[in-house]
């Protein structure tokens, strides 16, 4: 997120956006990251299990990702059009799960959405905290189609290194003793 940490509110969804998934879009997609039958050739995939062509997941979580980073890049101009300083993001960690629930067909409009799950200051980084964001994805059916929780770091802001770990990164920071420490 683009807030600090300690301004992030648990279960707030945010809506992301909505995609219209278009036949030669969903091919060429899977022609490039997920080359199978069922998500490249109309004719086969009608006899498929399937039933007809669908996305690939990885394309749904695609989108979905985008809308995502969309999103938090908006929220930061927000912020510093409001005279205000965003806060900072962080790597993520991983994905704790990730689901394909309903096959996205030609034509579908999926609708994203993000909730913050649950936060908590990291034991192992100090200065960042663990978000775990939720994003949801349904039809315009109301169908669920895509669900992932994954983790992110995400600053604090009030984080106040100690003496031991501004020495530190002072020590680092200087040529002769970086080349010390990093001996050992």
């Known amino acids: 997120m683009t807030r600090w940490f300690e301004d992030i509110i648990i279960d707030e969804t ?24 069922y998500h490249t050739d109309p004719e086969l995939a009608r006899h498929s299990h399937f039933g007809g062509l669908i996305a690939s997941g990885w394309h749904t979580a695609c989108v979905g990702h985008r809308y995502m980073v969309d999103y938090l890049a908006d929220v930061e101009r927000q912020i510093l059009d409001a005279g205000e300083k965003p806060g900072i993001s962080g790597p993520s960690p991983g994905i704790n799960s990730m689901s394909f629930t309903t096959p996205v067909r030609d034509g579908d409009v999926v609708s994203y959405e993000m909730t913050i ?15 775990i964001v939720q ?3 349904h039809n315009q059916r109301g169908e669920l189609v895509y669900t992932q ?30 080349k010390l420490l990093l001996k050992h």
């Open 117 to 131: 799950t649950s936060k908590r200051k990291s034991a192992s980084v100090p200065g960042w905290g663990i978000l």
């Open 14 to 37: 945010h809506n992301l956006g909505t995609h219209k998934f278009e036949l030669a879009e969903m091919i060429r997609f899977s022609k490039m990251y997920d080359n199978q039958y």
């Open 149 to 178: 929780e994954s983790a992110g770091f995400s600053k604090l802001r009030d984080f106040k290194p100690s003496l031991k770990m501004r020495l530190q990164e002072w020590a680092i920071k200087q040529p002769l003793l970086r």
């Open 135 to 137: 994003i949801k994805a």
